[in-house]
Each structure stands twice: as structure tokens, then as C-alpha cells.
Nanobody, 117 residues
């Protein structure tokens, strides 16, 4: 079982990035997907979630209107499109796949996003 994030990096305020999370070793399409971030010196913050089919999405107020979560079950990949980035979006972003009925929860290793001029 593996979740591998990519797409992080440094970007100027107002810029955009797209994070990807490639899943393997399990049936990704049966799992809810989410993104959680952790800023330096702070606790984890839930960012966004998406249901198995991609038809329902949820966002933290801090990112609503700026971030878009999506998934491609054919490619076993979860995405987070981030726009209008702010310095306070600087954090390590982790993807998560969860199946509550099976009590299975998987995490990626994280990818660092730095928003700075």
C-alpha cells in the first residue's frame, strides 16, 4: 500500500500549484480521499475531502473558493488544485485515503508547499 504525493514547491503569493497523490496497492476507488496540511510549528489542519465517486467535495473555510479537490479513479490519483496561494498556505500537505467500514486509513509522506515572495 502506498500513497505518493508530488507537485509541491515554492510559489509566489497569488500563484498556483497542483498536488497529486498516486495510490497503489489497494482499491483506491473505494476510498474517500482527503488532504491535510501541517504548517511549521502548528498542528495538522484538514483541508479538503472528496467521496469515492468524486461527486461530493468538502473544503475548510480557509481554502474554500481557492482550492479544488478532484480524483481520477482510472489513474488511482487524487489531486488538489491550489490557486490564489497565500503565505499562510505554507505547509507540508499530506494525502489520505480512508475506508471507515474496513477501518483502513492510509497516508502519504507529504509534499512541502512554500508560498513566499
Amino acid at each position: 500500500v502506498q500513497l505518493v504525493e508530488s507537485g509541491g514547491g515554492m510559489v509566489q503569493p497569488g500563484g498556483s500549484l497542483r498536488l497529486s497523490c498516486a495510490a497503489s496497492g489497494f482499491t483506491f476507488s473505494n476510498y474517500y480521499g482527503s488532504w491535510v496540511r501541517q504548517a511549521p510549528g502548528k498542528g495538522p489542519e484538514w483541508v479538503s475531502a472528496i467521496n469515492t465517486g468524486g461527486g461530493a467535495t468538502y473544503y475548510a473555510d480557509s481554502v474554500k473558493g481557492r482550492f479544488t479537490i478532484s480524483r481520477d479513479n482510472a489513474k488511482n490519483t487524487l489531486y488538489l488544485q491550489m490557486s490564489s496561494l497565500k503565505p499562510e498556505d505554507t505547509a507540508v500537505y499530506f494525502c489520505n485515503a480512508r475506508h471507515d467500514a474496513l477501518r483502513r486509513y492510509y497516508w502519504g509522506q507529504g509534499t512541502l508547499v512554500t508560498v513566499s515572495s
